[in-house]
């Protein structure tokens, strides 16, 4: 067996376009993906959503929001004469302009939310919805970021009130006051690092990103190497595969035969070149994509390794048992081609799954490349431990599935395969 | 040393061999004759023990293979039909992976593919790559890596098939050389000539039956042994061949040829001519064919060995 598949690798390695299409093209294929999905060069500049700020109030509230736009990381501010900037957009060199209507400081001042507009260009809705995003926590907050914030808060009280009594307001004027000085203290003195009403009224609203923190590793990137690798593994696997049909159909198969050794040990010496070869094409990529891309692999090594071989095991013995399934090479090559290209769409290998229909993101779980891409997110995203449960389930699927597999290729070898090598001798 | 009773085997409905029994004694250089499609390879299979016959039994120096596979295995080597080798190893790669199979420790491994690639006379390309090899130089690797756990049987399918005549007199000499050492070979081969060379002893075997079996003389002798004169006619009916055959009983018409069976040629081959020329058939040509295994294969069956 262990003879059978050293000869298998030794034959690999001495096939220089199967080498090639078995490292070179996943390393380019990674690389292509990697910039699709926006994991090499996400922190350059070059990302920032460009917002081209008009300030037709031209008073120092209104200078000062523009300096707190500019604070946002992943926003460009460019200060622009309205009629410009609105030109820009007409002329395809820009997509929006924030506008500081005439009266923003007063509003500031008085409470009110502020009037400001946002013109863009209708064809770039989706970059519309970015730049929502980043802006939306920041004017909400613009009140009590750019005036007194006790003030602010307790004309915001007043206006909710809308109280147009002096002796009222005073009064709600007076309790507020004395609810931001209480809260204050509270706040002063449950907070070693110190703090005030101002924090917990928004102004400087804290958001976590419960995954992201501490996580040396762009999702893009993550996504691009696992979901190419499995996916070209799945290929590289059904050709290796594939040489027990070639062993048929040039004879040595029945060579094979004619040796005192058990004849599934050809199957399982296949298998076994298959894993290792696996293993090797998947450690290639991930060397790559860390050299490379800056992929944290040394942080995350025993989780990467395991996660390897479970997906080694489990690819193998998906294209041992094509191979054992099918009667010819062609037919091999129509299946798998097939089934790859169908099991890498719904596992989430072409595109990341929150992209597909609720209805494809169940199905994924049909697929190989679903439970190796989920587990390369715990260990390089979600940075779980190898002894965590969630990781190990997945884990556990992988190793089951390449046992269903190889069980299937073992029947199917005995069926076909040993079958068609003992017909038309004569 | 082999013994082969009453095998069996079906393809479907088709009845690929209907009871052949033969037995080869130690050292013997058997040949297994006949055409294509007659059953050879399937016997040499079941023999080698990786195809079961339907019925019939194979015992190798009194030993069932089926029952004692692995030991009769150890001790059988196969030269395929096909030129089984891996095109992407070279000579010597190929020829270490094949002995390993059968155990042979590594340093004797190489030591005895060296003495093979030497003795098929392809020492000087043994680091080279399989597929670069002329088809004759393959079948000579063909046949070295059946050799290197040193069989004392070694079954040959169809070795010399489609290959040039260096290749064929080193095949020859390696089989002379062989044989000379005592080992007990199962030869199948359509080739008359190469089973008249070596063969101690011949089964000729059609539709999956052997219709005739023993020495060279035995078999010429069992067929009368007879020289046949070959007539082939351009043009004959059935009217002129019938006179023909009246006039001389022991003959017989295959496809446009007429065969003529005499013991004394010189005397006979006259008096043919003439009677055929007296039933105005138009000959094309006349040709001599001392009585060989082709000669004796037509009388048995009636077809020619190569149809």
Known sequence: ?426 | MIEVRNLRKNYGKLEALKGISFSIDEGEFYGLLGPNGAGKTTTISIISSILVPDGGEVSINGKNIYTHSRESKQIIGVVPQEIALYSDFSAMENLIFWGGLYGVPDNELKRRAKELLQMVGLSDRANDKVSSYSGGMKRRINIAAALLHRPKVLFMDEPTVGIDPQSRNLIFEVLEKLHHNGMTIIYTTHYMEEAERFCDRIGIIDHGQIIAQGKLDELRNDNGAKDAIAITLNHADERQISALQTFWPDSKMADMNLYFYSQDVKTDLPLIIRKCSEAETDIRSIEIQKTNLETIFLNLTGRQLRD
């Open chain 1, 1 to 426: 067996m262990i003879k059978i598949a050293i000869k298998d690798l030794m034959q690999f390695f001495k096939q220089k376009r199967t080498m090639l299409l078995t490292f070179l093209l996943p390393i380019v294929l990674i690389t292509l993906f990697a910039f699709a999905f926006g994991g090499i060069g996400g922190g350059s500049g070059d990302s920032r959503i460009s917002l081209q700020i008009s300030d037709l109030d031209q008073t120092q509230t209104s200078k000062k929001a523009a300096v707190l736009f500019d604070s946002l990381k992943g926003l460009e501010i460019k200060p622009t004469e309205l009629s410009i900037a609105q030109d820009n957009i007409k002329k395809g060199k820009e997509s929006f302009v924030l506008i500081f209507k005439k009266g923003f400081a007063d509003s500031v001042n008085a409470g009110y939310n502020p009037p400001l507009e946002l013109q863009y260009d209708e064809a770039k809705e989706t970059e519309v919805g970015l730049l929502q995003q980043s802006l939306i926590p920041t004017i909400a907050m613009m009140p009590f970021s750019l005036g007194d914030p006790k003030t602010t808060m307790a004309n915001r009280f007043n206006n909710m009130a809308g109280t147009k009594d002096n002796t009222e307001r005073a009064i709600i004027k007076e309790r507020s006051d004395k609810l931001f000085d209480d809260l204050s203290a509270a706040m002063s003195r449950s907070n070693s690092s110190g703090g005030s009403a101002a924090d917990f009224l928004g102004g400087n609203i804290k958001m976590t990103k419960l995954i992201a923190a501490n996580n040396d590793n762009e999702l893009g990137l993550i996504q691009a190497v696992a979901g190419t690798a499995v996916m070209m593994l799945l290929f590289s696997v059904v050709g290796i595969g594939s040489g027990l049909l070639d062993e048929k159909q040039e004879g040595t198969l029945k060579r094979l035969l004619y040796a005192p050794i058990n004849p599934l040990n050809i199957l399982f010496g296949k298998m076994i070149s298959a894993n290792v070869i696996s293993i090797l094409q998947l450690l290639v990529m991930f060397v790559f994509a860390a050299l490379c891309f800056g992929l944290s692999l040394t942080e995350h090594l025993p989780g990467t390794l395991i996660t390897i071989a479970a997906t080694a095991f489990a690819c193998s013995a998906f294209g041992v048992f094509l191979a054992s399934f099918a009667k010819t090479r062609q037919q091999v090559q129509g299946l798998s081609t097939m089934v790859v290209l169908v099991m890498s769409a719904i596992g989430g290998s072409m595109m990341p799954l929150f992209f597909m229909p609720a209805l494809m993101q169940k199905a994924a779980v049909l697929s190989v490349n679903y439970w190796s891409i989920q587990s390369f997110y715990d260990v390089f995203w979600r940075n779980l431990s190898i002894t965590d449960p969630s990781f190990l389930k997945k884990i556990v699927v992988l190793v089951f599935i390449g046992l269903i597999l190889n069980a299937l290729a073992v029947i199917m070898f005995r069926k076909n395969i040993l079958k068609l090598s003992r017909g038309n001798f004569f």
